[in-house]
């Protein structure tokens, strides 16, 4: 993917007066980081939205903020759902050669054999794992490959995700990411069973109550 580079600039209106920025169709949004003073800036409500639906919580973006070109990282944005626009957004800063944890999405990529050889459901139970990198080694996804679960119960880990040198993964390594089994498929089954019992069931006690009053006339 293409380097994301957003214009910005420095806004003093703050409070309740943003709103007419937004109706200008300008975004207000925020920049800060453990050596870059909060800064309260201004961008291009169209141009931002665009870029920023193509990024991860783990692409490092440029905002060149008034001449100033700055390496950060999306930490947070507020949408307005009524208008499916977004309201606000927060910009990590990063410094250079200096390493950050980010929460990295995970790209599951391939098929998994067990699915069609025993008719296995495939479960993920993670879609994103924690690393730490300098901003120039982070990645913006890490792929995980289905293809190596052949069988059913065998399971992809954390510690089984490949990450190139210069990060180091955060999350528990023992967790499991993937598997294929059968358990989901059998409790559908179980749960169909006590249905069918519970529906038949009350017709059965009413036809033997019909049947005594019967034989009491």
Known sequence: MSEVVLQAQKRTVTGRKVGALRREGKLPAVMYGSDFESTPILL??????????????????IIDLEGEKLSC????????YLRNQMKHCDFRVLTAGVAISAMVPLNFVGEAPAVDSFGGVLMTTLNEIEVEAKPNDLPASLDVDLSVLTDLG????????????????????????????????????????????????????????????????
């Open 154 to 217: 065998v399971n992809i880990l954390v510690s089984d995700i490949v990450v190139k040198d210069g990060v180091t993964v955060l999350s528990d390594p023992d967790v499991m990411v993937a598997t294929v089994t059968v358990q989901a498929m059998e409790e559908e089954a179980e749960e169909d069973e006590v249905l069918f019992d519970e529906e038949i069931e009350p017709e059965v006690i009413e036809k033997g109550k019909q049947d005594d009053e019967d034989f009491e006339d």
């Open 73 to 80: 990282l999306v930490q947070d944005q507020q949408i307005d």
């Open 44 to 61: 291009d409500l169209h141009e931002t939205s665009l870029a920023l639906r193509s990024v991860s919580s783990s692409t490092v973006i």
